[in-house]
Each structure stands twice: as C-alpha cells, then as structure tokens.
C-alpha cells in the first residue's frame, strides 16, 4: 500500500526566507512555484520537499516543532548537522546511534520545521542494488 513518500511539506511564515535558506543548504533552486508554494525535486530518487505559506497550514495545525520527523540520507552525518547548524538551524536532537548502521540527529529549521538527518545503511545497500 504505501510505497514511498511523494512529497514532504514544512509550513514558513516567510516563504521568501524559507526559499532562499532552502536553495542555500540544497544547492539549488526550486523546480516549483507558485504563489504561497515552492517545491524541490531533492536526492537520488527526486523526492519533493514543499515549502507551503503559513496562512495555508491546516486547522489546529502548530506553529512549532511537533509530530513525526522525516530522516534524510546524509553521507557524512556530522558535517550535514555541522553545516545546518551553522545556516540557522538549532539542534532538535543529538547524534544517537540505533545500531550497526543507523545513526540519526535532527534539527528545527529557522521556520519551526523539524528536519531529520540520518545516515541509514540500508539506504545505500538499496543504491547499490
């Protein structure tokens, strides 16, 4: 049934900020805009990562850090979390190991979002297949 995600959504109050520390820390511009909307085609498989106007979020919708977290594949999880550091970002968690392979840490974007990077074995073992 579910087969991958399609497309990640964060919410920003300055959708301009968001897009200009967004292309800063991927390296490239949206592929996607449009008024209240912009969306990146990010990593090996171009999954979609939106950045939507706060004014849209749902109802009853936070205006912090709250629910799941999304990991990333990072190569190098230390200087991924060294370098979203020094763009802004604050620390949501620290390096934690979760095995062989599988190490995560997590950080709140200048906007509130909860951005999660990881490097995952398995996700290499996957590329390589």
Request: proline share 4%; aromatic share 12%.
């Amino acid at each position: 049934m579910l087969r991958g995600f399609a497309t990640i959504s964060f919410y920003a109050a300055d959708l301009e900020a968001a897009k200009t520390w967004y292309t800063e820390l991927l390296g490239l511009e949206p592929y996607y805009q449009v008024p209240g909307y912009i969306e990146f085609r990010v990593d090996d498989h171009q999954h979609e990562l939106g950045i939507i106007d706060a004014r849209y979020a749902p109802a009853g919708a936070t205006d912090g850090p709250a629910g799941s977290i999304t990991y990333w594949h990072v190569d190098d999880l230390e200087a991924a979390l060294d370098r979203l550091i020094a763009l802004g970002a604050k620390e949501h968690q620290a390096i934690r190991k979760h095995g062989e392979g599988f190490v995560t840490a997590s950080v709140i974007d200048p906007f509130g979002n909860v951005l999660g990077v990881m490097y995952n074995q398995h996700y290499l073992d996957m590329l390589a297949r």
